[in-house]
């Protein structure tokens, strides 16, 4: 029996792999993170609206948070775009890292299938010469 050559490889390769999904869930988090962002803002966007009478320093006070809130609103829209083109990258580099490692363990698979057919093998010659010798005894006798 011979050990798997290419063992150290698939170690690599799978703790590449590993980190790579790691990096994928983290920036699908950042990404829902974000996204979460626009909505909030959205919604606070939404429910200001301007004041019905009062002074005008008021109705200015208002209007520069609305302007405020817009403008927060379109860095975060900004961001959740970024976020979103980072997980999507993410992805495709742990789709990368699998693709890497799927056929070195394929080969792991063959590998176990040949050294479990070698087992077989040599258990049955062992088995046939135990009979042969069992009978070569009992001819004797």
Known sequence: ????????????????????????????????????????????????????????????????????????????RALAEERARDAVQAQAEWAGARREVRPLERLLERHREVEAAEELRAEQVLLDEHASRSGAGEARS
């Open 1 to 76: 029996m011979s050990g798997f050559r290419l063992a150290a490889l698939l170690r690599v390769r799978k703790l590449q792999q590993d980190a790579a999904a790691g990096r994928a869930g983290a920036a699908a988090a950042q990404a829902r993170t974000a996204e979460a962002a626009v909505e909030h803002r959205r919604t606070a966007l939404a429910s200001s609206g301007l004041p019905e009478g009062g002074d005008e320093l008021v109705w200015r006070a208002t209007v520069a948070g609305r302007a405020a809130l817009s403008s927060l609103l379109t860095t975060s």
